[in-house]
Nanobody, 129 residues
């Protein structure tokens, strides 16, 4: 089994920054796909960013391009989401997700929650206005 644990959420003001971490356990991710999703109150879960573990290729939702960066530390089996220039609309619970499949980031399926079968518990990010 794979376990994912997010951390790093909190309360920041508009324009501030946070870095989320997703620590993995249960197996080593030498391949596969990692992603971040978020869900705001009353809204459906939406894709934020994805990373191909083996090669490091990344993809982003249009709403966060230029502001968020997904990365990984292979030695620590950890994925990060650096969030800069935060806006109130970024307020949500952020979830780390993983798939053992190497989804193509040139397609669209990687943006769907159904592409991932392992999920963290979520970490709250609140951006005050």
């Amino acid at each position: 089994q794979v376990q994912l644990v997010e951390s790093g959420g909190g309360l920041v003001q508009t324009g501030g920054s946070l870095r989320l971490s997703c620590a993995t356990s249960g197996r080593t991710f030498s391949s596969g796909t990692m992603a971040w999703f978020r869900q705001a109150p009353g809204k459906e879960r939406e894709f934020v960013a994805a990373l191909s573990w083996r090669g490091g290729a990344t993809a982003y939702a249009d709403s966060v391009k230029g502001r968020f960066t997904i990365s990984r530390d292979n030695s620590k089996n950890t994925v990060f989401l650096q969030m800069n220039s935060l806006k109130p609309e970024d307020t949500a619970v952020y979830y780390c997700a993983a798939s053992l499949a190497s989804h193509s980031l040139s397609a669209t399926y990687y943006r769907s929650g159904s592409a991932y079968n392992y999920w963290g518990q979520g970490t709250q990010v609140t951006v005050s206005s």
